[in-house]
């Protein structure tokens, strides 16, 4: 996100022209825009990352809760906690194993500034290190972020139409290449990679949505050498696609170009990697490839986020306040049944996790600065949230 604070700064000397109170507060414990949710149910730990994208706050921050009790969580009681993060992070990698998380940050200095940031923090409660944050290069405004290939590497996509491949033992040297396209298509045409969105990986190829309705297919194994154009396909006509998942076999790609909005079940096991390298990248056309999109399922209006857990496929709905659900078992129906839970206002990130018997979905909402949480347990979805969590 490009932002200057040439308004800001107007703004405030305005302010401060008339009486001595400062334009904004520390965030302190509160919750700003929480954006994304990740758990480590080891450690019984939630992370929250607070974007701050309505700037209500002089900082952002990543929240650490307590969820001994899941459906009750609290603050987790620490001097470090929350760990102050720059404006504008988005998506949340939890690395469980070395407890530390990665999260794209989109904050830049002036709208020529084309270098953001990832940031890496120290989880570590018993480290003197815990709540350090680490910044590494990025590309322009990186949002999507997915783990891991097969070299365990992390892979950010950035809107401004470049991916970040980072391996963690030398994550200061980033790969980055561009996924724009120009000439290298089998019809000619030239596309920007500008916009992309989000990243899933499966198998050895990493699949990134455009919100200009593409889909790029990565050849993963490729990515490290400077002589080959990783892009193997180029899918078109995705409509305005936004969040991506698989369940290892499939690709669930939100589009929000249509109200209300709609997920594409598609297939790629035709799209197997190019192997040796092809000059000439191969362009699909969603809307008439049958063997490439199975079925599509109505969800709610203007959806983002996508999660698979345990059979099922959630989905945010940031016009509704709701989230969609399906059974990966009724992908072949038509229509697929679905079910609506009501949630907070303007909802986003999504995790769901087992702690011992039952099951949770926690959900983000920007607006009432807010976590849901919804009870999963067992076959029958539900239609309401259990409980909400703003500190």
Same mark, same amino acid.
């Given at each position: 996100?490009?932002?200057?604070? /040439?308004?800001?700064?107007?703004?405030?000397?305005?302010?401060?022209?008339?009486?001595?109170?400062?334009?904004?507060?520390?965030?302190?414990?509160?919750?700003?825009?929480?954006?994304?949710?990740?758990?480590?149910?080891?450690?019984?730990?939630?992370?929250?990352?607070?974007?701050?994208?309505?700037?209500?706050?002089?900082?952002?921050?990543?929240?650490? $809760?307590?969820?001994?009790?899941?459906?009750?969580?609290?603050?987790?009681?620490?001097?470090?906690?929350?760990?102050?993060?720059?404006?504008?992070?988005?998506?949340?990698?939890?690395?469980?194993?070395?407890?530390?998380?990665?999260?794209?940050?989109?904050?830049?200095?002036?709208?020529?500034?084309?270098?953001?940031?990832? $940031?890496?923090?120290?989880?570590?409660?018993?480290?003197?290190?815990?709540? /350090?944050?680490?910044?590494?290069?990025?590309?322009?405004?990186?949002?999507?972020?997915?783990?891991?290939?097969?070299?365990?590497?992390?892979?950010?996509?950035?809107?401004?139409?470049?991916?970040?491949?980072?391996?963690?033992?030398?994550?200061?040297?980033?790969?980055?290449?561009?996924?724009?396209?120009?000439?290298? $298509?089998?019809?000619?045409?030239?596309?920007?990679?500008?916009?992309?969105?989000?990243?899933?990986?499966?198998?050895?190829?990493?699949?990134?949505?455009?919100?200009?309705?593409?889909?790029?297919?990565?050849?993963?194994?490729?990515?490290?050498?400077?002589?080959?154009?990783?892009?193997?396909?180029?899918?078109?006509?995705?409509?305005?696609?936004?969040?991506?998942?698989?369940?290892?076999?499939?690709?669930?790609?939100?589009?929000?170009?249509?109200?209300?909005?709609?997920?594409?079940?598609?297939?790629?096991?035709?799209?197997?990697?190019?192997?040796?390298?092809?000059?000439?990248?191969?362009?699909?056309?969603?809307?008439?490839?049958?063997?490439?999109?199975?079925?599509?399922?109505?969800?709610?209006?203007?959806?983002?986020?996508?999660?698979?857990?345990?059979?099922?496929?959630?989905?945010?709905?940031?016009?509704?306040?709701?989230?969609?659900?399906?059974?990966?078992?009724?992908?072949?129906?038509?229509?697929?049944?679905?079910?609506?839970?009501?949630?907070?206002?303007?909802?986003?990130?999504?995790? /769901?996790?087992?702690?011992?018997?039952?099951?949770?979905?926690?959900?983000?909402? $920007?607006?009432?600065?807010?976590?849901?949480?919804?009870?999963?347990?067992?076959?029958?979805?539900?239609?309401?949230?259990? /409980?909400?969590?703003?500190?």
């Amino acid at each position: 996100m490009k932002f200057s604070y /040439a308004v800001v700064l107007l703004s405030f000397l305005t302010l401060t022209s008339c009486n001595t109170k400062t334009l904004f507060t520390p965030i302190e414990n509160h919750f700003s825009a929480p954006i994304a949710v990740s758990v480590d149910t080891t450690r019984n730990r939630a992370y929250v990352v607070n974007s701050n994208n309505n700037y209500a706050y002089t900082n952002a921050s990543l929240s650490i $809760l307590d969820i001994t009790t899941p459906s009750a969580p609290t603050l987790l009681s620490n001097t470090q906690n929350p760990i102050s993060i720059p404006n504008f992070s988005s998506n949340i990698y939890l690395n469980t194993t070395t407890q530390q998380a990665y999260i794209p940050n989109r904050l830049s200095d002036n709208n020529s500034d084309n270098i953001d940031s990832l $940031l890496r923090i120290n989880l570590d409660e018993s480290s003197d290190l815990f709540g /350090a944050v680490d910044s590494f290069v990025a590309g322009d405004n990186p949002f999507g972020l997915s783990c891991c290939d097969a070299s365990g590497r992390l892979y950010t996509v950035n809107v401004g139409g470049t991916l970040g491949v980072y391996d963690f033992s030398t994550p200061t040297t980033p790969l980055s290449f561009s996924i724009a396209l120009s000439g290298a $298509l089998q019809s000619g045409a030239s596309y920007s990679g500008a916009n992309s969105e989000e990243v899933v990986l499966l198998g050895s190829q990493a699949f990134v949505t455009n919100r200009a309705g593409r889909i790029y297919v990565i050849n993963t194994d490729e990515v490290t050498d400077p002589t080959k154009n990783p892009i193997d396909y180029l899918i078109l006509n995705a409509g305005d696609a936004r969040g991506i998942a698989t369940d290892g076999t499939h690709l669930f790609v939100v589009d929000g170009s249509v109200s209300p909005g709609i997920v594409r079940i598609i297939n790629p096991s035709t799209l197997t990697p190019i192997t040796p390298d092809s000059p000439a990248r191969t362009e699909i056309d969603l809307l008439a490839s049958t063997s490439i999109q199975n079925n599509t399922v109505n969800v709610g209006k203007n959806p983002n986020q996508i999660l698979i857990f345990d059979n099922k496929v959630y989905i945010s709905n940031q016009d509704d306040d709701t989230v969609t659900v399906f059974n990966l078992a009724d992908i072949a129906a038509t229509p697929i049944p679905t079910t609506n839970i009501s949630v907070g206002d303007k909802p986003f990130g999504l995790t /769901a996790f087992t702690a011992g018997t039952s099951s949770y979905l926690y959900v983000t909402n $920007l607006f009432s600065n807010s976590i849901s949480i919804v009870d999963i347990t067992g076959p029958t979805t539900p239609t309401t949230s259990v /409980a909400t969590f703003a500190p």
